[in-house]
């Protein structure tokens, strides 16, 4: 199965699944797509109000069933994680194309307005992967990547020890702070609800229907409002001239709780401003900047107000400096897990309003995690910058099945109504977990399954066995982490293995030192370190997260393979726009295809599968080393040409090959064809670059159009077929 996406892997599609079905059907395998991009999900809610033409399954539940079999083999392509802007941008194109769907109700009143808001609520935010992610994550960088990286350094910003680059979180009271955890028992087991309960003693049912397993994990906590906002006034106000003010989250991951710690960020920023005009408005600071130009624009007084407010604090750091786009702007526009990699890449520097780098502020609220980008900050300013030539490999190994941890706490995380209590009730009525909260605090509670538990300490002991070097980031002082410790110890004792335990920023020296004398490190983490970390080393390492091998093992025999980090870059969609060059690199495409066929080869016994696997790799090492690989400029190799050279490598290893002589014969004269028309071909696939493109739409384009764009080579259709 592959995935149909959004954005650039989306456009990248419509060049390279032609070339993979293709190949593989000359092996007898057969290629089919689900529809997982945001357009598809969302006109799966209502097929009441389509016509039989426009109604679409709901691919993304059928995933879902398939990824827990063990016939499940499914390349999975990164697809956005929807902010609320996003969505009602999608619902709008969709609406102008003739799709009879509703508007996003952003203030739901009647129950049907109630009612469609749920619907849309289950596709804002991360809601693909805890559905697909029946299994824990093993990721790392192909050998012939990291050679290449290491022959080919990427350009990286100096770190120097004056640095004034720091990493700010808050004092206390956030969700490391609050945490409480317990691992429930036989007796505990079963059905559960939380409830808030109010001052006066009232009880408002705010999730029902949880259901606890023998052994699971189960965390309560809470980031206080008022902590927080006085955390982010005192540094807005305490920041270094010169120095840059930002602020690190994960909005479309952690699509409740983020969207207001930004909305606190907006509106301390902004307080002047708000506290004249903000009675004015029906402004939702969640919104962010951006959504507050277009409210009053056309309004002098206020704009020139907004404009003096900003000017009176200290400058931002600049998502897009030549557009006026804040780090402020759109929640969605600042993913902690590339922005902060990007900042540390560069050796510590931002992009302020003047369009000039300077160093940088960064607000990441929370302790859990932020203690890994301090701790890598100040080790930069120590040692200099990274020598990528000589440094060793970093992969991880990330708890994940199951909707592990944070990234599975969409649905039990709310903004506390009132003063009160917040509690988790189990069935018996005893009170497995409560926290004391205040009005506007951010609750949440989230869940670790004792299966994928182990399943994750066994896949980390295999891959540390490998690599010879890690540990596991594991705070003993924090809840949650305790109680996982208490898995961790006894299956380490029990396998006869001696693997570290160690606290992330403790962990996160550690990788740095080992990594900087050319060691290989596995890093075992939970979920969001997972997530962070695999976007962090992989873009010091190799400069860019978007080329890592990532292969989930799901736990009932099946296997998920993902195309790398990196998002769906809408940046280069911009490009393809404006003047047809798509510089998004599928290699990330080109080592989930291999390890695909390999499974395939390995799981069922298809041995022609094995052969196209092993073709995969030598094309994509072939690929690497011929410097074939996408770059930003009109008229250098982009996307599409990257697809031939990759097909033709791909068909001169099949015809090079002995071990399968059905696949040798067929694929010469291919090869041959390929490399005697290679000038045609080209010309072909550059005729119009440099000249806009259109697409018929942005989240839902009009697949003829793509395919026109992405396949404007006759020749090489006609050869591929």
């Given at each position: 199965i592959y995935t149909i996406v959004d954005e650039a892997p989306e456009l990248a599609r419509g060049s390279l699944l032609p070339i993979i079905s293709s190949f593989s059907n000359a092996a007898g395998i057969s290629v089919a797509t689900k529809d997982i991009s945001l357009a598809g999900r969302i006109l799966a809610l209502f097929p009441e109000r389509l016509s039989e033409e426009q109604r679409v399954s709901d691919d993304l539940a059928e995933l879902g069933k398939l990824v827990k079999t063990p016939d499940a083999n499914v390349i999975k392509l990164p697809n956005i994680s929807a902010s609320v802007p996003q969505l009602e941008a999608a619902i709008k194109e969709l609406q102008s194309q003739g799709f009879d769907i509703p508007d996003y109700p952003a203030d739901p009143q009647t129950d049907e307005e109630k009612a469609v808001r749920a619907k849309y609520d289950t596709v804002k935010g991360s809601a693909v992967n805890p559905v697909l992610r029946e299994g824990n994550s093993d990721r790392r960088s192909a050998k012939a990547v990291k050679e290449y990286a290491k022959a080919n350094p990427h350009r990286m910003g100096e770190w120097k020890s004056t640095s004034k680059t720091t990493v700010a979180a808050m004092p206390g009271d956030d969700f490391y702070a609050n945490e409480k955890a317990a691992t429930v028992t036989a007796a505990q087991a079963g059905g559960a609800k939380i409830v808030f309960t109010a001052k006066d003693g009232s009880e408002t049912v705010l999730k029902d229907g949880l259901n606890y397993l023998e052994g699971e994990i189960v965390d309560a906590t809470f980031l206080s409002a008022k902590a927080l906002r006085a955390y982010i006034k005192k540094e807005v106000e305490s920041i270094e001239p010169g120095v840059l003010f930002?602020?690190?989250?994960?909005?479309?991951?952690?699509?409740?709780?983020?969207?207001?710690?930004?909305?606190?960020?907006?509106?301390?920023?902004?307080?002047?401003?708000?506290?004249?005009?903000?009675?004015?408005?029906?402004?939702?600071?969640?919104?962010?900047?951006?959504?507050?130009?277009?409210?009053?624009?056309?309004?002098?007084?206020?704009?020139?107000?907004?404009?003096?407010?900003?000017?009176?604090?200290?400058?931002?750091?600049?998502?897009?400096?030549?557009?006026?786009?804040?780090?402020?702007?759109?929640?969605?526009?600042?993913?902690?897990?590339?922005?902060?990699?990007?900042?540390?890449?560069?050796?510590?520097?931002?992009?302020?309003?003047?369009?000039?780098?300077?160093?940088?502020?960064?607000?990441?609220?929370?302790?859990?995690?932020?203690?890994?980008?301090?701790?890598?900050?100040?080790?930069?300013?120590?040692?200099?910058?990274?020598?990528?030539?000589?440094?060793?490999?970093?992969?991880?190994?990330?708890?994940?099945?199951?909707?592990?941890?944070?990234?599975?706490?969409?649905?039990?995380?709310?903004?506390?109504?009132?003063?009160?209590?917040?509690?988790?009730?189990?069935?018996?009525?005893?009170?497995?977990?409560?926290?004391?909260?205040?009005?506007?605090?951010?609750?949440?509670?989230?869940?670790?399954?004792?299966?994928?538990?182990?399943?994750?300490?066994?896949?980390?002991?295999?891959?540390?066995?490998?690599?010879?070097?890690?540990?596991?980031?594991?705070?003993?002082?924090?809840?949650?982490?305790?109680?996982?410790?208490?898995?961790?110890?006894?299956?380490?004792?029990?396998?006869?293995?001696?693997?570290?335990?160690?606290?992330?920023?403790?962990?996160?020296?550690?990788?740095?030192?080992?990594?900087?004398?050319?060691?290989?490190?596995?890093?075992?983490?939970?979920?969001?370190?997972?997530?962070?970390?695999?976007?962090?080393?992989?873009?010091?390492?190799?400069?860019?997260?978007?080329?890592?091998?990532?292969?989930?093992?799901?736990?009932?025999?099946?296997?998920?393979?993902?195309?790398?980090?990196?998002?769906?870059?809408?940046?280069?969609?911009?490009?393809?726009?404006?003047?047809?060059?798509?510089?998004?690199?599928?290699?990330?495409?080109?080592?989930?295809?291999?390890?695909?066929?390999?499974?395939?080869?390995?799981?069922?016994?298809?041995?022609?599968?094995?052969?196209?696997?092993?073709?995969?790799?030598?094309?994509?090492?072939?690929?690497?080393?011929?410097?074939?690989?996408?770059?930003?400029?009109?008229?250098?190799?982009?996307?599409?040409?990257?697809h031939y050279w990759f097909a033709r490598y791909w068909a001169e290893a099949l015809a090079a090959q002995d071990d399968d002589a059905e696949l040798k014969a067929h694929f010469a004269p291919i090869a041959k064809e390929l490399a005697e028309k290679e000038a045609v071909i080209l010309d072909e696939l550059k005729a119009n670059e440099g000249k806009p493109a259109d697409m018929g739409g942005y989240y839902h384009a009009d697949p003829a159009k793509v395919a026109a764009i992405m396949r404007p080579s006759a020749t090489l259709n006609a050869i591929i077929g």
């Open positions: 930002s602020v690190h989250l994960k909005a479309t991951m952690m699509k409740v709780s983020d969207p207001i710690i930004f909305g606190h960020f907006v509106s301390v920023y902004l307080e002047d401003f708000l506290a004249k005009h903000g009675d004015k408005l029906d402004f939702n600071p969640n919104s962010g900047i951006g959504a507050l130009e277009k409210l009053i624009a056309g309004n002098a007084e206020m704009e020139a107000d907004l404009k003096a407010a900003l000017a009176a604090k200290p400058p931002l750091y600049m998502v897009d400096s030549d557009k006026g786009i804040t780090n402020l702007h759109v929640p969605s526009d600042v993913i902690i897990d590339a922005s902060m990699p990007a900042v540390i890449k560069a050796g510590g520097i931002g992009w302020g309003p003047d369009g000039k780098a300077a160093d940088t502020k960064c607000c990441i609220p929370d302790n859990s995690y932020s203690c890994v980008y301090d701790e890598t900050v100040e080790y930069f300013k120590e040692t200099g910058t990274l020598d990528v030539t000589t440094c060793g490999a970093v992969s991880n190994v990330g708890l994940m099945a199951q909707k592990a941890e944070e990234y599975g706490s969409h649905p039990t995380t709310f903004e506390v109504p009132a003063d009160g209590t917040v509690s988790i009730v189990l069935d018996s009525g005893e009170v497995l977990l409560s926290n004391e909260v205040e009005k506007g605090d951010i609750w949440r509670s989230c869940t670790a399954k004792k299966a994928p538990i182990l399943d994750w300490i066994k896949t980390g002991i295999e891959r540390f066995d490998v690599e010879g070097t890690g540990a596991f980031w594991l705070d003993k002082n924090r809840a949650h982490d305790a109680e996982l410790i208490k898995y961790v110890e006894p299956a380490l004792k029990a396998a006869g293995k001696d693997i570290p335990i160690m606290a992330p920023r403790e962990a996160t020296r550690f990788t740095w030192e080992e990594m900087r004398k050319g060691k290989n490190v596995v890093t075992i983490t939970g979920n969001v370190l997972r997530d962070y970390l695999t976007d962090l080393f992989p873009i010091l390492e190799l400069g860019t997260s978007a080329k890592m091998l990532s292969i989930v093992k799901l736990m009932n025999g099946g296997g998920l393979f993902e195309t790398g980090a990196g998002g769906s870059a809408p940046k280069h969609v911009q490009q393809v726009i404006e003047e047809n060059h798509l510089r998004w690199d599928s290699l990330g495409e080109f080592c989930a295809l291999g390890e695909s066929y390999n499974f395939l080869a390995s799981s069922k016994g298809k041995t022609k599968a094995g052969v196209l696997g092993a073709a995969v790799e030598d094309a994509t090492q072939k690929l690497l080393l011929e410097n074939k690989s996408p770059e930003r400029k009109v008229g250098q190799n982009d996307n599409r040409s990257s």
